[in-house]
């Protein structure tokens, strides 16, 4: 089997009513997307998404002519790629995509088969006022959802544990709530200081007291000494590394000991392969691995599966925060957005990741 095209049609669907989010300072009027498709010679036709896959053009000649299975090569190819430009890991989410059509099996049998399903937890974008935020958490419990995530505004940080509190209260003991800070990293243009050492110190103090199952992100990335400071001084779990695009990095997290719950993004941060590799590296350490997946639908499965294959996620994160944010929005290139079962993402069966493209929605919101 050979390699004999890669197609890459940029999207741009509009948004009306914009949504807000929260990590962003300007409301996002345009959700970009980028799907890749990879061709062979014997009809099969792979599929990613996830990353904007920026300057790939002029690397395509690196992958046309080889044999798609070549996983191993393909991953270093990529990486070397990464260092000088864009993240092209969606690239390899359609060659494992291709691989599990070949087999006639789910990209998670190949990468495992360690759960057939895994519990959602619905992964909130916008600030809300504490009576808007305890209304969605009931409606989403009312949707079987068993578990939520809110952000908090590091500059109204009395108002987001106001919320939190508030969220607690109405939804009982049952309801696991994660809290956000998103300080590890920044979207494009936000230079505002982060909150210190000592200010999250005290807001995870209150968000203990809370039952809050993580605090996700609570300090920039290169600040280790602060993330072990926090670990031993509270018995909430603290999560981070989701834009961690270093294995290099990750491994010495892991070293060091630094979190519970290891994030990494298999289609924004470290690939699908390495993925697996670290998320069984933090399983013998009696860490967590539960990836980011805040990208569309396609970005959303390849997550799963790396997720399901090796086993050990409580937890999978499911982007939801109607009305602003819904799975039609979110995975508007796809038949049929990626479904919630009783409160959890099941791997789908078919061959491959499940992606079934929407040509018709590709052609309407494709970038001309």
Not at 113 to 137: D, T
Request: hydrophobic residues 40%; negative net charge.
């Amino acid at each position: 089997m050979k390699i004999t095209n890669i197609r890459l049609d940029r999207l741009r669907l509009d948004l009306d009513p914009p949504f807000a989010a929260a990590w962003d300072p300007t409301p996002r009027r345009h959700f970009d997307a980028t799907v890749v498709r990879v061709e062979t010679d014997e009809g099969i036709v792979g599929v990613g998404s996830g990353d904007t896959m920026d300057g790939f053009a002029a690397h395509r000649d690196l992958f046309i002519g080889h044999d798609p299975r070549n996983i191993a090569r393909h991953v270093r190819a990529i990486e070397t790629i990464n260092f000088h430009g864009g993240r092209c890991w969606p690239l390899e989410v359609a060659l494992w995509d291709i691989i599990g059509q070949a087999t006639g099996q789910p990209v998670a049998t190949l990468f495992g088969n360690a759960q057939q399903r895994i519990r959602a937890y619905a992964s909130s974008g916008e600030l809300k006022p504490p009576a808007a935020r305890v209304e969605s958490a009931l409606a989403l419990r009312e949707q079987g959802f068993r578990a939520m995530k809110i952000r908090i505004d590091r500059d109204r940080l009395d108002e987001g544990v106001a919320t939190v509190a508030a969220t607690r209260e109405a939804v009982g003991d049952d309801f696991d709530i994660m809290v956000d800070l998103n300080q590890s990293w920044r979207m494009a243009g936000d230079v505002d200081p982060a909150l210190d050492l000592t200010a999250v110190r005290r807001v995870i103090a209150q968000l203990d007291q809370l039952g809050v199952y993580w605090v996700e992100e609570p300090l920039p990335y290169p600040d280790r000494a602060g993330f072990k400071t926090l670990r031993a001084g509270t018995t909430t779990r603290i999560a981070a590394g989701e834009m961690l695009d270093s294995v290099r990095d990750v491994v010495s997290y892991l070293e060091e000991d630094i979190l519970d719950v290891y994030q990494m993004d298999v289609v924004l941060a470290v690939g699908m392969s390495r993925a697996r590799t670290l998320a069984e590296l933090a399983q013998f350490k009696h860490r967590t691995f539960t990836p980011h997946t805040w990208t569309n639908g396609i970005g959303l499965l390849a997550n799963l599966h790396v997720a399901a294959g090796v086993g050990g996620s409580g937890y999978l994160e499911y982007p939801y925060d109607p009305p602003g944010w819904t799975p039609e929005r979110r995975d508007f290139m796809l038949r049929q957005p990626v479904p919630i079962n009783d409160g959890y993402v099941e791997v789908p069966q078919a061959p491959g990741i499940g992606a079934q493209l929407d040509e018709e929605a590709i052609s309407r919101w494709r970038l001309q």
